[in-house]
């Protein structure tokens, strides 16, 4: 529905395919290893990925046991717990979702078992986009399968269901053959880990679009979101899950297969705010291209200031590179409580208030009567920066000028982020001054596109941009792209 102020908003049931998740995978066949222990770190690794529920798959070879709960990886497990999961392999999951659907039943990895009594654990990180049509299939495969959560609506990890589901209906058919049939039908993000009782499998969308890395192990292999979680648990990296293939792990080695034909779209928003700074995505670290993108923030957006200062910890490496491209001298003017979670992550507006000011605390020495550059990694609702402003000038900041390392975020994102709708957004409909007296600061510069597309080194036909441009490069429910408008690339 349109707005008053030309926003969008979507009914409750056409909420149900917006996307809430943005999480971690983990995946590790190691038959000499603690299994559990590995994904236990790994997971540790990718906490930033999903911070409201943690879990963990283990195959002991015969039986698979399930582990998982609401919380932090650290709440989740303890070493008793770890102590009861021995195995050869296991996969394992950071969950983070919005309010409604974040509950234990959501919770990753999803299990089902087969007719023979073998298992099926699998963990998702993406959104599939058509799970309507997926729903069909199965109902006409296994009408009496359900897979909607107790609320009674297909919800975010739903569609995860829906793929473990939709495997199983094809009974004791060997499941690499079955990973060839139901893959090419799912539309959308998606970096898989799954496995049976004696097999890994990892696979990645045709457009790449969340990262999935593959590493070795002295005697294994891993897979996870990001080349950071095999630093942690040992593994060399090996190379990217490429985007349309499956892969197999087993006694037998390591079997690679393509289920669709890669056609790259990778998140560009990974690299300004999602993933981790030492992890490396495209052969190069995030921490690296994030300081180019503060460099190229300076060139575009130059400003007389005596300080530049971050808003830890992601606005930092643009920060930094702000600072070296301007000359002006690089501060922490900020001080974070690295407990609290990610402020645009939490689940309600209240929260997000309230976490803004337990986050940041401004060190009033370093800022006082100072002209300050404040660097953020972008701006999605507004809150946290007019907040910021409000804080910096009640500690004696002379004047706050804020850069912004990403562009405006205009549309939703389909294919796993929660940037809500568009009416949530701040940008849609303002123009940068707007926006710039809305958070009250004394001017506002945003990367370009262009500039951003450039810092990472990626071909702008080999990425995705579409919260920025409105270009979505996969299939989105058909209901919401009339709402919004638009065709998508995989339409057209
Ligand atoms: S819409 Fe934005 S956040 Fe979503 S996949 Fe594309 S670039 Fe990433």
């Known amino acids: 529905m349109l707005t008053p102020d030309g926003g969008l908003t979507l009914e409750p049931d056409q909420t149900e395919s917006v996307p809430r998740d943005e999480c971690g995978v983990f995946g590790v066949w190691a038959p000499d290893e603690d299994v559990a222990q590995l994904t236990y770190y790994g997971l540790f690794a990718l906490q930033h990925r999903g911070q409201e529920s943690a879990g963990m798959a283990v195959s002991s070879g015969q039986r698979i046991m399930v582990f998982k709960d609401m919380g932090l990886v650290a709440q989740v497990f303890?070493?008793?717990?770890?102590k009861s999961l021995p195995g050869q392999m296991a996969i394992g999951h950071t969950r983070y979702s919005t309010g409604g659907s974040s509950?234990?039943?959501n919770a990753q990895p999803t299990f089902r078992s087969f007719e023979d009594g073998t298992g099926l654990a699998l963990a998702h990180n993406g959104n599939l986009t058509n799970t309507g049509e997926l729903e069909a299939w199965l109902h006409e495969r296994a009408p009496e399968t359900k897979v909607?959560?107790?609320r009674g609506a297909m919800d975010s990890t739903s569609d995860t269901a829906l793929i473990s589901a939709l495997m199983v209906s094809y009974g004791d058919r060997p499941i690499e053959e079955v990973t060839l049939e139901?893959?090419?039908?799912?539309?959308?993000?998606?970096?898989?880990?799954?496995m049976n009782e004696r097999t890994l499998y990892?696979?990645?969308?045709?457009?790449?679009?969340?990262?999935?890395?593959?590493?070795r192990l002295h005697q294994g292999w891993v897979v996870a979101s990001e080349t950071a979680a095999l630093d942690i648990v040992g593994a060399s990296f090996v190379r990217e899950i490429e985007p349309g293939e499956f892969i197999a792990i087993d006694e037998a080695g390591l079997r690679s297969q393509r289920f669709a034909e890669s056609r790259p779209k990778g998140c560009i928003f990974e690299y300004v705010y999602l993933a981790r700074p030492d992890t490396t995505i495209a052969g190069r670290s995030v921490h690296t291209t994030r300081v180019e993108i503060g460099r190229q923030l300076a060139r575009e957006h130059p400003v007389e200031a005596d300080l530049v200062i971050p808003t830890p910890d992601s606005g930092t490496p643009s920060a930094i590179g702000y600072a070296l491209e301007s000359g002006i001298e690089f501060g922490l003017g900020l001080v974070k409580n690295a407990y609290v979670g990610r402020t645009f992550i939490q689940p309600s507006n209240t929260i997000r208030q309230l976490g803004i000011r337990l986050k940041l605390n401004p060190l009033r020495e370093v800022i006082d009567g100072k002209r300050l550059v404040v660097v953020d990694d972008s701006i999605v609702r507004g809150n946290t920066q007019r907040a910021l402003v409000r804080m910096l000038r009640e500690a004696g900041a002379s004047q706050v000028h804020v850069?912004?390392?990403s562009p405006p975020v205009e549309w939703p994102c389909f294919y796993g982020i929660d940037f809500a709708t568009r009416a949530e957004l701040i940008a849609p409909g303002l123009t940068v001054d707007d926006i710039c007296r809305s958070i009250g600061a004394d001017s506002l510069g945003f990367v370009s596109l262009e500039g951003l597309t450039e810092a990472t080194t990626v071909p702008a036909e080999r990425l995705c941009r579409a919260?920025?441009?409105?270009q979505y490069p996969i299939s989105i429910p058909p209901e919401q792209a009339k709402l919004l408008g638009i065709q998508t690339e995989e339409d057209l």
């Open 148 to 150: 909607h959560s107790k």
């Open 403 to 405: 850069r912004i390392s």
């Open 202 to 215: 990892a696979a990645r969308d045709p457009q790449g679009v969340r990262p999935l890395v593959l590493g």
């Open 78 to 82: 303890d070493e008793s717990t770890l």
């Open 103 to 105: 509950t234990w039943n």
């Open 182 to 194: 139901v893959l090419p039908r799912l539309k959308g993000a998606f970096s898989l880990v799954f």
């Open 467 to 470: 919260c920025f441009d409105g």
